[in-house]
């Protein structure tokens, strides 16, 4: 069977949050349901009792669906599971019947409620995908396949990875898949109590390393919190104890600071004209456990926060404006996820207000859609793939079964995950990466200099940002520009950040083994150690900046200071020199000074020397060039080491007819190279080309004229 159970009446972990969540819809017994179930066959058009929990929760959202396909659903549903029970001895028709209650009740649509009361009998019966598609169109026949698991006849250890797998690839395609999926892990969270420890221990830990963070990036947080509390008791019994005493203390306390300043937040609202709805949240079990972890000793208001609903969006900075004004705030706890809405859909204003005693109450303002998709996330979006209206069905009909519609819901850390799934060599490999990349809980967004935008977790890398735009062809990225700035490819990139990738035209450019320390994206890793696998012989040794040709080339002899027959000076029978520190070329506007032994040094006019001289009271001598084209000027080249980059650079600066003098290439830092040379050219005309023609050889990202201090 693909849900195991037991009765939830049985002692245990289940439902460890009911003594301290909101007032919602009373939980059916499983045994009553079990008999209507099996009692309650009705006639052919008739809704059968079985399901009228169901189809009362989905009313209150739809009032005018179209109740048909559910019936039909259900009637296929019972009857092929018919004579199948649960664990705990419940007819087996209840656990997608309470799945489908999960759904209805978070606001999902005709078409999810119909392939959930479905979502078993591809997998556990005799029914066909082709008979659902003939029963109830390609839309349902699409979710029960995606939420199907594969054989561990066919797979053997590799069933459960893979099947997750498949599921993702389906919910790139449409995110109900995994409404679906955490509807029936939360079930069967629920009523885990039958099973062997280490079994619980095992499902509990995949809940917790897959299930929770998909439930979190999609935003279903009635879901997500209610799981964390099942695993928390099933993982860690002793500190789940302790805070369910912690809760059921401060229930028995007479004082309720959280209802106290609620009215006072009523009054304040009232008093400004400002229709809201107050309420208090209570923290559920895992939450008041990281809370008791920070602060220590718990207070009252540490039990729950205040929830104010509004009806537009203007009036949530209303309300927050008339609690800032009238009630103490706590500055430092503000956030606006209204303006920045999180990854997962989430939106609310975030603030505290401090109470006379000193307790601090957080305090949650939204509007009641904001609360809606707060706690239904995409299930709150109803069916996204609906067509428009007006909109002509030849523009809108879609096959959802080819993989790849357009999905409105998907979000980057989606399309990322799928990308590099792709890539995964076995299924080892991407259950490890997967369980890592749904532990980066948080994402930024970075920008291209063409404006276009890069979704990445928190803590990425501009390592990262490369594989992230170019896939394998980042193997060639030899630097980045951050914010304008030169930036090594280790640098982290932050929220906003402005990320220009420097690429190199080397067909054969490599990755650096290093890169890997610095790779915090499953596709980046994957794409490096690949390479690095498929390269054994590079692998061995090591990579730029490393590599042979980026080491110190010994410099000549330092020429003489040549006299320049090119510069015309005012001083007659002066030796003229052109200065080593700024090495001056036609047509630069230059300025003489006189040094020892009645030589005139010519320097640029903007050459740091010319200041200190100045500074000293030195004279000045007028200068100015002569017929004469040829010149020697000093050029210093910043790159990334890569291996041939010095034979390239040399061989780019000889086709320019420029002559090497002397040459410098200092030792690698930071995966970055300096090199100084001092070259003749027949035509000081010739020095723009040259200085383009280094620029474009492949790392080298800088060339400038020397400027010394």
Sequence with gaps: MSAEATNPATPGPAAPTAAVRR????RIDLRRLGRAALLGNAARGRLPDAIGHVVEAHRAHYPDADLEPLRRAYVLAESSHRGQMRKSGE???????AVTLILAELGAETTTLTASLLHDTVEDTEVTLDQVREQFGEEVRYLVDGVTKLEKVDYGAAAEPETFRKMLVATGSDVRVMSIKLADRLHNMRTLGVMRREK????AKVTRDVLIPLAERLGVQALKTELEDLVFAILHPEEY????ELIAENAARGDDPLAEISDEVRGVLREADIPAEVLIRPRHFVSVHRV???RGELRGADFGRLLVLVGEDADCYAVLGELHTCLTPVVSEFKDFIAVPKFNLYQSLHTAVARADGQVVEVLIRTHQMHKVAEAGVVALGNPYAPAADAPAAETAEDPADGERADPTRPGWLSRLLDWQKAAPDTDTFWSTLREDLAQDR???????DGGALGLPEGATCVDAAYAQYGEDAHACIGARVNGRLATLSTVLR?????QLLMGQDPASEPSREWLEHAHTPAARIAIQRWLTTHPDAAEEPQAPAAAPTRPVPEPLAPAPRTASAVVVDRPGATVRLAGCCTPVPPDEVTGFAVRGGVVTVHRVECAAVAHMKGTGRPESAVSWGDSTACRVTLVAESFGRPHLLADLTEAMAQ????????TVEPPSQQRVRHTYTVELPDAAHLPALMRAMRNVAGVYDVGRAQHQ
């Design 443 to 449: 994402e930024i967004t970075v920008f291209r200099p």
């Design 495 to 499: 929220d906003g950040d402005t990320v």
């Design 292 to 294: 008791s972890r920070k």
């Design 91 to 97: 007819p087996y028709i209840t656990h997608p019947l």
């Design 656 to 663: 320019e007819g420029a002559e090497i003098v002397s040459a």
């Design 200 to 203: 619980q221990e095992r499902i």
């Design 241 to 244: 104890a302790h805070t369910r």
């Design 23 to 26: 007032k919602a819809r009373p």
